[in-house]
């Protein structure tokens, strides 16, 4: 779905509730409303592009949900200049309820939430020019968003208001519980496997869009976060039967413009430089973009304002090989980009320049700088990833024998091909030390891919932890904060609607 959302302006303007007060408030007559905008299958295609096209914003993939995942994890460390107060902030976990990454987060989900409330109450409505199976689809891909949007609360801020019909007034919501947002997540992407395509079945602009395979993984992920792998397992058997995915055999064709939306892709963040346009930093509408900045936010040659964690660095194996995938993310002092045609030196590498720096997601692999216009999509669930989550299943459902197969998949790729598992390194004989084996492929296969942060704290949560990643981390940062300005602008929760420690 590489395209410029249509009619966006409109879709943005559509369910925004009006003053009371007419002269406050004239009605414009050259303006749908909801009344009358849902009345065909483009339209109806164009309110669900506006949901996608929410994905973009500023406060989530084109900049803030980077910042937040990453931060929070073992994945990142201070770069090059002084980084900002904000971030700085989430990275030693001395954030509060003020923080502007929290915040951003928090209404860029609801936004989403809103926008796909509004499809899924007028879906009926469009009657020309539509046909019940892109209705069912689009209704499919509604409710996937929403549940996208539910996950990403409820596995990080616990109990959040459960909004499931779009705003009609100022009055909000009360906060519901950790259990009952789970709920929430997993019936709206219950129903969008109910109605969504199997890869594949998309063509043309529409590659990109949610399918099935998406869906089964979200609601895997999701599963997993709770700790029921026995109910994970058939999802992530039915996508890995359906032969609908594989393995690249060069792992650097997840993160390159060429090779997106590729066989290893299961759901990807779709960017383009064709459109430019790095957005706006703040507001509503203004801050969607149709290219991201994080090229320009991680790059060796840009800013370099987040660099690889220590823990990171150090996780790759380097005997009795070392690990490719080391080289596949980071750039350090010597190596080539820009087509082969410029080096990384320490005259243009911001701050401590022996430490390395990310090649993932650069952008300057085929160019000599950012210019803060990426176009790279974000691969948010990978082939590799289900492959990973499937061991880790089998593991606490079978055992070790059934986990070793998954687990040694990524490893033995073609541009990889690391020495199977078990390893002197990582012996796996028991249910507890393949459990670090897991834990260990999943933070080398996958870093500065968002998904670090919601591993530990899953683990975390379920005592599979052998040791605590997170510097400062305390009890207290279990869950996020909910944002001072929802607390204040929400009639429905008080300050003791806050998560403990804030």
């Known amino acids: 779905m590489k395209t410029r959302s249509t009619l966006l302006a409109i879709i943005m303007s559509v369910g925004l509730v009006a003053c009371d007060e007419d002269i406050l408030s004239p009605v414009n007559p050259n303006q749908l409303g909801a009344e009358t905008f849902y ?42 200049a002084q980084l900002e107060g904000a971030r700085a902030q989430v990275l030693n976990h001395v954030f509060d309820a003020s923080n502007p990454l929290v915040e951003a987060n928090w209404r860029g989900w609801y936004r989403i939430i809103h926008r796909t409330n509004l499809v899924l109450e007028n ?100 599963l997993l976060f709770k700790g029921d792998f026995a109910g994970a397992k058939p999802y992530l058997t039915e996508i890995i039967n359906s032969g609908k995915y594989s393995l690249v055999d060069r792992y650097l064709d997840n993160f390159e413009v060429e090779n997106e939306n590729n066989s290893e892709s299961i759901w990807e963040i779709q960017f383009s430089e064709d459109f430019g346009n790095a957005g706006a930093w703040n507001g509503d509408g203004g801050d969607i973009a149709e290219v991201t900045f994080r090229g320009q936010e991680y790059g060796p040659n840009a800013w370099r304002n987040i660099i690889p964690g220590a823990n990171l660095v150090v996780a790759f194996e380097t005997a ?7 080289s596949y993310n980071f750039y350090r002092l010597g190596d080539t980009f820009n087509s082969g045609n410029s080096v990384i030196d320490a005259t243009t590498v911001q701050g401590d320049n022996s430490k390395p720096s990310w090649r993932k997601y650069q952008m300057i692999y085929r160019r000599d700088n950012e210019n803060s216009q990426s176009g790279i999509n974000f691969r948010s669930i990978r082939y590799a990833d289900v492959l990973l989550m499937m061991a880790e299943v089998e593991n606490e459902t079978s055992g ?62 379920l005592g599979f932890l052998a040791n605590e990643p997170i510097t400062n981390w305390s009890s207290r940062y279990d869950l996020l904060p909910i944002p001072t300005s929802e607390l204040d602008n929400n009639s429905a929760l008080t300050n003791a609607d806050q998560n403990p420690g804030y």
Not at 46 to 74: I, P
Not at 320 to 326: F, G, L, Q
Not at 439 to 448: A, I, K, L, W
């Open 123 to 222: 879906a009926d409505k469009a009657t020309d020019n539509i046909t019940e199976e892109l209705r069912s689809r689009v209704i499919g891909e509604a409710y996937f968003l929403r549940g996208l949007a539910f996950y990403e609360l409820s596995t990080l801020w616990g109990g959040v208001p459960l909004m499931t019909s779009s705003a009609t007034s100022p009055d909000g919501l009360p906060r519901s519980t950790q259990d009952e947002a789970f709920n929430q997540a997993q019936a709206d992407l219950t129903e969008a496997i109910s109605k969504l395509p199997l890869k594949g079945e998309y063509s043309g602009a529409d590659v990109g869009r949610a399918t099935k395979g998406a869906a089964q993984a979200l609601l895997a992920k999701l």
């Open 39 to 80: 009345k065909t299958g483009p339209q109806l295609v164009a309110a669900v592009n506006s949901a996608y096209a929410g994905l973009q914003a500023n406060n989530l993939y084109n900049r803030e949900y980077f910042f937040l995942q990453d931060l929070l994890s073992d994945d990142a460390g201070s770069g090059g």
């Open 400 to 461: 070790p024998a059934a986990a070793l197969p998954y687990l040694n998949r990524t490893r033995n790729r073609a541009s990889v091909m690391m020495p199977e598992y078990p390893t002197a390194a990582y012996p796996t004989g028991t249910k507890e030390q393949t459990r670090i084996a897991i834990q260990h492929e999943r933070q080398v296969e996958m870093p500065g891919e968002q998904v670090r942060n919601r591993d530990i704290r899953r683990w975390r949560r």
């Open 320 to 326: 009795p090989k070392e690990d490719p995938r080391m």
